[in-house]
């Protein structure tokens, strides 16, 4: 660009420079800088904006990120007149344009040669402006991105008490941190708390009464090993697990605007037997990113693609400029790079779309060079028998671009008002291409019957997928059907040749590369394109294109490889985090400088570094938690505990924590003897009545959340979900005291218990809902309940106990 | 800014600040905060200036109102009539024809000479009270990302809505209700998202298409029993809850829920009672108007009264306003219920003193074209239309801002969305800049980076 050339010419011109010109600065320019830019662009200010500090000429010679301010003398090819102008980006001040006369004013400083009198030097030790550089070697000595190590376990200062109370390494670094602050472990919690917190982490549900009293009754030392061990190899611990990494992954069914993700089920299915298989933990990324792509993987490993294959998408109208178009796709692009990002690597990447990392060392060009990745990843509807990959490629591609001209045609010739004789023309081109598209297509159709998807066909939205997320309910074959919402490798270009409609230009295998955008904004990015590589700071080898497809398998393999030790990090933390209800690094999406440090360091790393060694086994990973003295710990508050560390930071208990809403609604559906033990398949209406099966199963919408699970924390699944924040609100109550969901799960204990009477009814009542025996007071006080209101009241009572919900 | 994306320090905390959460519980919180000492509850953030208002009443004309036959008229339009010179070619969302003159009649109103059309004569009696901003633009002509900017300060679909900025700002003045609703007759995205706030300010969407409060919230009451046998219920279940506290020891989440039982309980009476706008004397529902609407303004009156701190009424369902064709007829049938409701809602607020402590936002995600579409239609205009505002210490009986000599784009004193978020905040108290939550690293604004509070707007 005109960036390397500018400095000299500028310096040339500025010693012609005499005192008219300075006249010029002092009346008209200066009181423009001081009043309108000064404001953003001081070196007094911690960060001027876009790196541009105009109060010294130092500053203004400099120029900012987007490079030099003015081509000396030059006014239309200067920046800095551009920008007041008003007509390109960036348009300054963003407050709204200055003055014709002002620009004019300016144009005429530039055209002079842009003197500048001024001789003030930049404050000490503020920003002198210009572009700020990042310094990559500096940055990575971030504790985050070193290698993880095996650390020795640290002595304990009680010998005594260690030897006693250490089950596993895990303890050794809790204890040591513990005695740091004179303080002790709490004592192991009790048999009936110890079960219960069990169940609820590992499969989900609270045990019933009889679970309970066969762990209790059970003399067996190994009993809670072989508790561990059944609950871990039972199909209900990835419906548990699995949800967990469904909110990392913002799943849902459909994309919001107008896109229906009829196969997204199958993606949730293969994390339940991911976990369930306990498929290492760095080829279930690697599968997510890139199942098409690697070695080994079976086309029923397709759905992983469902990560990327099933995010929110943005309603596009074509009809709209290329530049508005473009804007939506690069935030659509932006959205799975964060996804990705914060989910597997915990860097907020997604802060470098605008300008370099305000913190982290990451470039404008790392993310570009990243979200090449994307703008070269399709969303698509797959089959799940195997294809050649060509026929399958052109086929997906060749249906999609049948679409786009359908669409363009119909919205082209529709449009009374627009020019009609270049539409009949982009029209009669349209056509063209269509006559020779539809045969091939029919004809790979005819060949390759299984790879054209019926459902797909009739129920996408017609008209470049207007509407706001319709709904369309499939029967059970259709739902059924073999195919994946997944992603597959193809350019996206955007085809503005005829003025009044956007046309999409996919180009299958073949990837783009980005440019830098201003600001993130569409239509901005018309400089040098950068290639798709991994980030600077964590990649051995900086720099060196993806050279595989869109670049996928690449970034899979650089995130599990060069990245592997901020990868296990993050984590081991995610699971420790839902195993405690507390993180070890309280930001676990943010592991970079805004994030929180970790609590326990070495125990972080010292887990980590195991979790690699052990085959990234996230179930060696909760053996080794569940296992330690630490998580099975007591609950219960200790006032002299307390004073010392009131958050639990250093884990002298467990913290106590309530049932989350699929724990909660599955317990007392369990409770109620009405869980429908139904495994897999497509999803069900949450609301439906008949819908009785974990609430796993239930539909997830982007277009419609479902109420009960908005109003019990569910996140939002337009963004990737870092972890859940509890709430407690009088509308979660009134679901328990009035919903027909409890009344009837009321009245069917009720009724369970209709043929006893008195202290048996009541005992059996306890039992079914809160898995133990009623004590005298309570069975006096629900004997007399009992007698003056309906059982259901009672059966209600008991389910809307926070006992019930509470999870010690 | 609240750190609750840190979540080493656990449940005790998140517990006992979020009590009553979604029905707003900042203030309850605040006043438990001082037992957390050291703790940073999730308290009201502000006011960090001095308020002039206390609570928002946002009027939404989904689909874009046409300002050139309400606000702005242009005697131009019918000199040029048919014709397009070059300074209308603005890119919009579908092609347009030449300049369509307006066929309403325009006056003047008020001691600061406002312009109305003969459309709104109900709020023509009002301008002394409006404060009408004929230059807004926004930056985006199609609906959806329109609308995200115009409720959220950001074209794509995630971000907290501002009653959730709000709330998060201020907190409620009644536990027993949602601090932020959302009401409208019909479905589609109603902006009561709380984005990646905590879910306890999200808004709360009642759909205002049936006038029965139990159909409006669900599961607001039981249908199996009535208030004593409750009462009795509940007293059954806290005794239940106390012993096991009891035996458990102190716990925010199991402290937290009785207490939330107890307000959902009050809730059921407090909601059916101001949500049912049968309570109303008749002679107030006669003002306001027998239509969907003006049901979502008197319930935005009473909801106020009760110390709600942010209401939108949508006028829906669907998008009305989005006139492409037919115009003229449209207007004509639509604008009579809007401007009864509307005048009757700002009469209201002021005879009953409410109006000097709420702003009311009247305005579309954009406005119309001055160029015609299918004959009798505009298209989609976001470089320049026109909201008002009334009340909350907006200076009344003024216009501000010029837009083109057609009425296309706005050229003397232009307000973006963004000002208009941050005009509004100033006036709750709160300073836009400083009102952020941290979230993906970086500290979110309403107004993003843009926003300055327009001073020639406020009194």
């Keep these: 660009m005109l960036k390397s050339a500018l400095a000299l010419t500028f310096t040339a011109a500025c010693l012609s420079a005499q005192s008219p010109g300075t006249d010029l600065f002092e009346n008209k320019i200066r009181p423009v800088l001081v009043q309108s830019c000064y404001p953003c662009h001081s070196s007094k200010l911690k960060a001027p904006m876009g790196g541009l500090a105009l109060d010294t000429k130092a500053g203004l010679l400099t120029g900012g990120n987007s490079g030099a301010s003015f081509t000396s003398g030059n006014p239309d090819q200067s920046l800095l007149v551009r920008a007041l102008r008003y007509n390109d980006v960036p348009k300054m001040p963003p407050s709204g344009k200055l003055p014709d006369q002002v620009i004019k004013d300016f144009e005429q400083w530039v055209s002079a040669g842009a003197p500048d009198p001024r001789t003030e030097q930049p404050t000490p030790g503020a920003s002198a402006g210009g572009p700020r550089v990042i310094d990559f070697a500096q940055g990575r000595k971030w504790w985050a991105f070193q290698p993880v190590k095996a650390t020795p376990a640290p002595a304990a200062k009680d010998k005594l008490f260690a030897q006693k109370w250490q089950r596993n390494k895990i303890d050794a670094f809790i204890l040591s941190k513990l005695e740091a602050k004179k303080l002790k472990p709490s004592a192991e919690a009790d048999p009936r708390t110890l079960v219960s917190r069990v169940y609820v982490d590992l499969v989900g549900y609270k045990p019933t009464f009889q679970e309970v009293q066969a762990y209790v009754n059970d003399s067996s030392p190994k009993r809670y090993k072989q508790l561990l061990e059944r609950l871990l190899a039972s199909p209900q611990y990835g419906e548990r697990w699995a949800r967990y990494w469904l909110d990392v992954a913002r799943y849902a069914e459909d994309g919001l605007a107008g896109a229906q993700y009829n196969y997204a089920w199958r993606y949730r299915d293969w994390v339940i037997d991911a976990f369930n298989k306990d498929v290492p933990y760095n080829r279930f990324l690697q599968l997510q990113l890139a199942a098409d792509q690697l070695p080994g993987a079976t086309r029923h490993d397709l759905a992983a693609l469902g990560y990327l294959g099933l995010g929110p998408v943005e309603h596009k109208e074509l009809k709209l400029s290329k530049d508005v178009v473009e804007g939506l796709y690069l935030d659509e692009w932006d959205e799975r790079l964060d996804s990705v990002s914060r989910g597997m690597l915990g860097l907020t990447v997604a802060c470098a779309r605008c300008h370099d990392h305000k913190f982290d060392p990451i470039s404008k060009t790392d993310y570009y060079a990243l979200a090449g990745v994307f703008a070269s990843t399709q969303s698509a509807v797959r089959p799940l028998s195997a294809e050649d990959p060509n026929v399958e490629k052109q086929f997906i591609w060749a249906r999609q671009r049948f679409t786009d001209l359908n669409g363009a045609i119909s919205n082209l010739s529709e449009n009374k008002d627009i020019d009609q004789k270049s539409a009949a023309e982009k029209i009669r081109l349209c056509k063209e291409e269509l006559a020779i598209l539809k045969p091939k297509l029919e004809a790979m159709e005819k060949e390759h019957p299984e790879l054209a998807d019926l459902v797909h066909n009739t129920l996408v939205p017609k008209k470049n997928g207007g509407g706001e997320g319709k709904r369309f309910v499939l029967n059970e074959k259709e739902a059924k059907a073999p195919y994946v919402n997944a992603v597959y490798d193809a350019g996206l270009w955007l085809d503005a040749s005829h003025p009044d409609y956007t046309l999409v230009d996919l180009k299958p295998g073949e990837p783009r590369d980005l440019a830098l955008y201003f600001r993130g904004t569409g239509g901005t990015g018309t400089g040098k394109t950068v290639p798709r590589t991994f980030l600077t700071v964590l990649s051995k080898t900086p720099g060196k294109p993806f050279s595989h497809g869109s670049g996928r398998l690449d970034l899979a393999e650089a995130i599990i490889g060069d990245a592997a030790p901020l990868t296990a990090r993050v984590i081991v933390n995610r699971v420790w985090g839902e195993s405690f209800g507390a993180y070890l690094v309280g930001t676990p999406s943010d592991f970079g400088d805004r994030g929180d440090k970790p609590t326990n360091p070495a125990l972080l790393d010292d887990l980590a570094a195991r979790f690699i060694a052990n085959g990234w086994s996230i179930k060696w990973l909760q053996r080794e938690i569940l296992l330690s003295s630490t998580y099975r710990q007591a609950s219960k508050p200790r006032p002299d505990a307390l004073e010392k560390d009131e958050a639990n930071t250093l884990l002298w208990r467990m913290n106590p924590r309530r049932l989350d809403i699929e724990a909660f609604r599955d317990t007392m559906l369990r409770s109620a003897g009405k869980l429908d033990p139904d495994f897999e398949g497509p999803s069900m209406d949450l609301d439906a009545p008949e819908n009785n099966r974990r609430t796993l199963y239930a539909r997830i919408s982007r277009a419609k959340l479902n109420d009960l699970l908005r109003i019990y924390d569910f996140p939002t699944p337009m963004q990737h979900s870092p972890a859940r924040v509890d709430t407690l609100t009088p509308l979660q109550q009134l679901f328990v005291m009035n919903s027909p969901f409890i009344e009837q799960l009321a009245a069917k204990l009720a009724e369970s218990v209709e043929s006893e009477t008195g202290a048996a009814k009541v005992r059996d009542l306890y039992q079914r809902v809160l898995s133990r025996n009623p004590t005298p007071g309570e069975l006096d006080s629900a004997l007399t309940y009992i007698d003056r209101a309906p059982v259901s009241r009672f059966t209600q009572t008991l389910l809307a106990t926070n006992e019930e919900m509470f999870w010690p | ?459």
Excluded at chain 2, 57 to 85: E, N
Excluded at chain 2, 88 to 117: A, H, M
Excluded at chain 2, 187 to 210: A, R, W
Excluded at chain 2, 260 to 266: F, I, K
């Design chain 2, 1 to 459: 800014m609240i750190p609750t994306s840190h979540l080493t320090a656990p449940s005790r905390r998140t517990f006992v600040s979020s009590l009553c959460a979604g029905f707003g519980g900042a203030v309850l919180a605040d006043l438990l905060a001082p037992t957390n000492a050291g703790a940073a509850p999730l308290r009201p953030i502000g006011p960090d200036l001095a308020p002039k208002a206390k609570h928002v009443i946002s009027l939404f004309m989904t689909g874009g109102p046409s300002q050139l036959d309400m606000f702005d008229p242009k005697p131009a339009l019918v000199k040029y009539a048919g014709q397009r010179p070059d300074s209308v070619d603005l890119r919009t969302e579908r092609k347009t024809g030449g300049l369509l003159p307006s066929q309403f009649e325009f006056k003047k109103y008020g001691r600061g000479g406002v312009d109305i059309s003969e459309l709104l004569p109900k709020l023509a009696e009002c301008a002394d009270d409006l404060c009408v901003v004929k230059s807004v633009y926004s930056f985006i002509a199609n609906h959806e990302p329109g609308r995200n900017l115009y409720f959220t300060g950001s074209i794509v679909s995630f971000r907290p809505s501002m009653g959730s900025w709000v709330t998060y700002g201020l907190g409620t003045e009644n536990q027993n209700l949602p601090a932020f609703v959302a009401l409208s007759p019909g479905g589609g995205n109603l902006f009561s998202n709380s984005g990646f706030l905590p879910t306890k300010y999200q808004g709360t969407v009642i759909n205002t298409s049936d006038s029965d409060p139990d159909k409006m919230i669900r599961y607001l009451r039981n249908k199996g029993m009535n208030d004593l046998e409750q009462r009795e219920q509940l007293d059954m279940l806290q005794k239940m809850n106390k012993s096991h506290e009891a035996s458990f020891g102190q716990d925010a989440f199991l402290d937290g829920r009785i207490q939330s039982m107890e307000q959902a309980y009050r809730m059921q009476f407090t909601a059916s009672d101001v949500f049912d706008i049968k309570k109303e004397p008749e002679h107030v529902r006669l003002e306001y108007g027998d239509s969907p609407y003006g049901t979502g303004c008197l319930l935005a009156r009473r909801l106020i009264e009760k110390g709600v701190r942010y209401v939108q009424v949508h006028y829906g369902p669907g998008q009305p306003w989005d006139d492409h064709k037919t115009l003229n007829k449209n207007l004509r049938e639509r604008c009579p219920e809007m401007d009864k409701a509307t005048a009757a809602l700002i009469k209201d607020l002021k005879q009953r003193g409410l109006l000097d402590d709420t702003v009311v936002v009247w305005g579309g995600e954009f406005g119309r074209t001055p160029v015609s579409e299918a004959g009798d239609g505009r298209d989609h205009n976001p470089y320049g239309f026109t909201m008002f505002m009334a009340g909350g210490g907006f200076k009344g009986g003024m216009a501000y801002g010029e837009t083109d000599e057609f009425g296309f784009k706005a050229v003397k004193n232009p307000v973006s969305i963004h000002d208009v978020h941050a005009t509004v905040l100033n006036q709750l108290g709160l300073n836009h800049e400083k009102l952020t939550y941290r979230y993906a690293g970086r500290d979110f604004r309403l107004t993003d980076v843009y926003g300055n509070v327009v001073k020639d707007l406020i009194a």
